[in-house]
């Protein structure tokens, strides 16, 4: 004899469910089933017809089970959520990045080609956030299923304080005294020079870069100061501003880093200087010339980001 409806979905629903709470639950389920068909066909219905739409309002015998159990049906509860949402962004923040640089960093030293730097960084970076995403996932997924405590408690000590976006008249005077001193530096390299060595005045810039280099770069300088005091006067960051800094921040990378590139960018009189009186072999030339790159990307990188980071504040505002 084939069970029926009710049978198979009592059976459905109980057999995830601890052995010893599983007759309980039948005992149960059957009784309100048996009660809500009998009400149905009191009102006219058929008895088999009642069946299936009592059946069919209960819905999926393993979401009842789940209730019975006490049992989630997610991957991450509002209990976990946030805490887990907050460190996985930090973590992709701070992970990928350092394995960017730090991979790109070795591949550089070990005197790789441009394109092998590249792709092994981003190759690296990708790599790392896929397992700190799954990973940071993993150990909530856990805590959820086996009810630990995060102590993470929330209170009113928890509000970030407002921040600054910059905008301000001292932001200004900051900005336009810094920028006033680079091109005050630029002038003094190329007329008497930055570093004094023996009773001597050295440049450290390259003296081929005037006058066409030189002045690009004090370009460069006086645009930074009209974003500045474009800032101040609208108060806030914009989208339009945001790209602006975008374009300087890279056209002073573009500029260091190709005439790096071509040998161009420090006076050959203090590089002979820096290899004589220091001992310097090569590598270690090589070496600080990595360094070199990397802190001129790294500032670049950071003033695009804190440029956007700025404006989506305001945007907020």
Known sequence: MSATLTERYISAT???????????????????????????????????????????????????????ADRPLHLLGPRYYL????????????????????????????????????????????TAAVHVAFWTTLVFVILERTGADTAETWSVEDLPEPKESGTG???????????????????????????????????????????????????????????????????????????????????????ALALFANDLLLSPELLQLARTAGDIDAQSMHTLGVILVVSILAVAAWDVVDGWLKTLRDRRR
């Open 83 to 126: 805490t887990w949402r907050r460190l996985l962004i930090l973590l992709l923040w701070i992970v990928p990045a350092c394995a960017f640089v730090g991979v790109g960093l070795s591949q550089a030293l070990i005197g790789a080609d441009g394109g092998t730097i590249i792709g092994q960084a981003i190759s690296t970076a990708l």
């Open 169 to 255: 008249r001292a932001d200004l005077i900051a900005s336009l005294v810094f920028l006033g001193l680079v091109l005050a530096a630029l002038g003094w390299d190329r007329l008497i020079g930055l570093v004094r060595v023996e009773g001597d005045w050295l440049p450290v810039l390259h003296p081929g870069l005037w006058p066409l280099w030189t002045l690009l770069l004090v370009a460069i300088v006086l645009a930074e100061m009209v974003h500045a005091i474009v800032l101040h006067a609208r108060g806030r960051w914009s989208t339009g501003l945001a790209v602006a800094n975008t374009v300087l921040a890279l056209l002073f990378a573009g500029w």
């Open 14 to 68: 109980i057999r995830s469910l601890p052995a010893e709470s599983q007759e309980d639950v039948r005992a149960e389920l059957a009784a309100s089933i048996a009660d809500a068909v009998e009400a149905r066909t009191e009102q006219g219905e058929d008895p088999e017809a009642a069946e299936r739409e009592v059946l069919t309002g209960l819905g999926d015998p393993a979401v009842l089970a789940a209730g019975y």
